[in-house]
């Protein structure tokens, strides 16, 4: 079974902190991703990457930047954290063969910011 | 428009009921398609993709729809264990994400 792995369930972090959330996958999977979850919206993508230092943007990378230095992990850095970026964040894999195959998620980061 | 739509629900139904869900999606290119399972503060978790000419898993029957660009997921014979959001997702060149849809089985 893939395994993605979250480094933190629950953060709280107050404004104006630089906040890093952790990511890796045992798999062996190229294509990652960070999405943050809230109410009403649905996921919304934040980056991605399809390979180790490569990163694009996705539907709102404002305030948030992100790092593949290793094929296995994603980080996503909230450089000044603001109230506005509290929510769940959710990292996802998936592999390059079978082009589309379907995602697999870490158990989410809940952050709250004060 | 958003590019994929769900009805959000809730969709309040007794065991043993039967229901479906539509997923309506705006790009006419989109390839692949997925539903997944996402229970209360738990991350989505596959539970079927949705082929062309429709397929099946158990209780789960999955549509898809290009002339008129839906998905759909039927659940027959409900279960209290399938009080859950369903979330359809929609691929092209990026993935797409519905809101989901709340869906609370009762006894």
């Known amino acids: 079974d893939v395994k993605v792995t979250q480094s933190s369930r629950y953060l709280v972090k107050r404004t104006g902190e630089k906040v890093f959330l952790e990511c890796v996958q045992d798999m062996d999977h190229e294509n990652m991703f960070w999405y943050r979850q809230d109410p009403g919206l649905g996921l919304r993508l934040i980056y991605f990457?399809?390979?180790?230092?490569?990163?694009e943007k996705g539907d709102i990378p404002e305030g948030y930047s992100v790092s593949r230095e290793k094929k296995e992990r994603f980080s996503l850095i909230l450089e000044s954290a603001s109230t506005n970026q509290t929510s769940m964040y959710l990292c996802?894999?998936?592999?390059?063969?079978?082009?589309?195959?379907?995602?697999?998620f870490g158990n989410g980061t809940r952050l709250t910011v004060t | 428009r958003k590019e994929v739509e769900q009805d959000p629900g809730p969709f309040n139904v007794p065991e043993g009921a039967t229901v479906a869900f539509n997923c309506t999606y705006s790009n006419s290119a989109s390839q692949s398609f997925f539903w997944y399972r996402q229970d209360c503060r738990k991350e989505p978790k596959l539970l079927m993709s949705?082929?062309?000419s429709g397929n099946e898993d158990g209780r789960f029957t999955a549509q898809l729809n290009r002339a008129s660009q839906y998905i759909s997921l039927l659940i027959r014979d409900s279960k209290l264990s399938d009080s859950a959001t369903y979330l359809c997702v929609v691929i092209n060149n990026d993935m797409r994400f519905g809101a989901g849809t709340r869906l609370t089985v009762k006894p």
């Open positions: 949705v082929y062309s």
């Open positions: 990457s399809y390979d180790v230092k490569m990163k």
């Open positions: 996802a894999s998936s592999s390059l063969t079978g082009a589309h195959s379907p995602l697999h």
